[in-house]
T-cell receptor
Framework: KNEVEQSPQNLTAQEGEFITINCSYS?????LHWLQQHPGGGIVSLFM???GKKKHGRLIATINIQEKHSSLHITASHPRDSAVYICAVSPGGGADGLTFGKGTHLIIQP | DGGITQSPKYLFRKEGQNVTLSCEQNLNHDAMYWYRQDPGQGLRLIYY???????QKGDIAEGYSVSREKKESFPLTVTSAQKNPTAFYLCASRQGTGWDQPQHFGDGTRLSIL
C-alpha cells in the first residue's frame, strides 16, 4: 500500500511570498494529483501529472518519478490561496481509487 | 453546468439507524467513488464502481454498502455496523478508468451521529 507524506502540515506566510509544498510517496504510481480543499469541504483538482512540470497561472507542480517526490509551488501568494492542499496518487497495476496525503493547511496573511 | 451533487450537506442521525448519502453526477462519467475524511487524516477510499451494477470495496468498506443501478447515481448507506460513522463524506467520479483521467469531487456531506 502506498504511503503519501506531505510537508509541511501547516504553513503561514505573508502575501506575496513564494510557497512550496512537498509530497513524497513510497510505491510507483501512474499519476500524482494536487487538490485544493476550501473551508466548506469541496475539493477542486489543480493538477494531474505523471512526469515533468505543469503550470497554471501562479501555480506550478513538478514531479520526480525516480525520487518519488512532487512539489507544488505558488508564486506571488495571495490571501485567496488560503486553503488545504492535498497530494494524492493513482496506483499502478490496474487498481483504482486515490491514496491521499493528510494535506497542508496554508494561510496567507495580508 | 455538469457536476456532482451530494445531498444533504449536513445530516444528523441517531445511533443505530442506517442512513443513505446521495451522490448524483451529470458528467456521464463511468467511474464513481466514495471517500471518508476524518480530522487530521487523509481521505480514505470506501467503495468504488467502474461500471453500472458492479462495485468494489476500498480500504475501509466495513459498515458501509453501496449500489450502482444507474450510471449517474452511486448512493452510500452507512449502516449501524459502522462503529464510528461521524465524518465528512466525499463522492467523486471520472471519465473512464484509465490513469490519465482526473477525478471530479462533490461538495461533501457531513454526517453526525447523535
Amino acid at each position: 500500500k502506498n504511503e503519501v507524506e506531505q510537508s509541511p502540515q501547516n504553513l503561514t506566510a505573508q502575501e506575496g511570498e513564494f510557497i512550496t509544498i512537498n509530497c513524497s510517496y513510497s510505491v510507483g504510481i501512474s499519476a500524482l494529483h494536487w487538490l485544493q480543499q476550501h473551508p466548506g469541504g469541496g475539493i477542486v483538482s489543480l493538477f494531474m501529472l505523471s512526469s515533468g512540470k505543469k503550470k497554471h497561472g501562479r501555480l506550478i507542480a513538478t514531479i520526480n518519478i525516480q525520487e518519488k517526490h512532487s512539489s507544488l509551488h505558488i508564486t506571488a501568494s495571495h490571501p485567496r490561496d488560503s486553503a488545504v492542499y492535498i497530494c494524492a496518487v493513482s496506483p499502478g497495476g490496474g487498481a483504482d481509487g486515490l491514496t491521499f496525503g493528510k494535506g497542508t493547511h496554508l494561510i496567507i496573511q495580508p | 453546468d455538469g457536476g456532482i451533487t451530494q445531498s444533504p450537506k449536513y445530516l444528523f442521525r441517531k445511533e443505530g439507524q442506517n442512513v443513505t448519502l446521495s451522490c448524483e453526477q451529470n458528467l456521464n462519467h463511468d467511474a464513481m467513488y466514495w471517500y471518508r475524511q476524518d480530522p487530521g487524516q487523509g481521505l480514505r477510499l470506501i467503495y468504488y464502481s467502474q461500471i453500472v451494477n458492479d462495485f468494489q470495496k476500498g480500504d475501509i468498506a466495513e459498515g458501509y454498502s453501496v449500489s450502482r443501478e444507474k450510471k449517474e447515481s452511486f448512493p452510500l448507506t452507512v449502516t449501524s455496523a459502522q462503529k464510528n460513522p461521524t465524518a465528512f463524506y466525499l463522492c467523486a467520479s471520472r471519465q473512464g478508468t484509465g490513469w490519465d483521467q482526473p477525478q471530479h469531487f462533490g461538495d461533501g456531506t457531513r454526517l453526525s451521529i447523535l
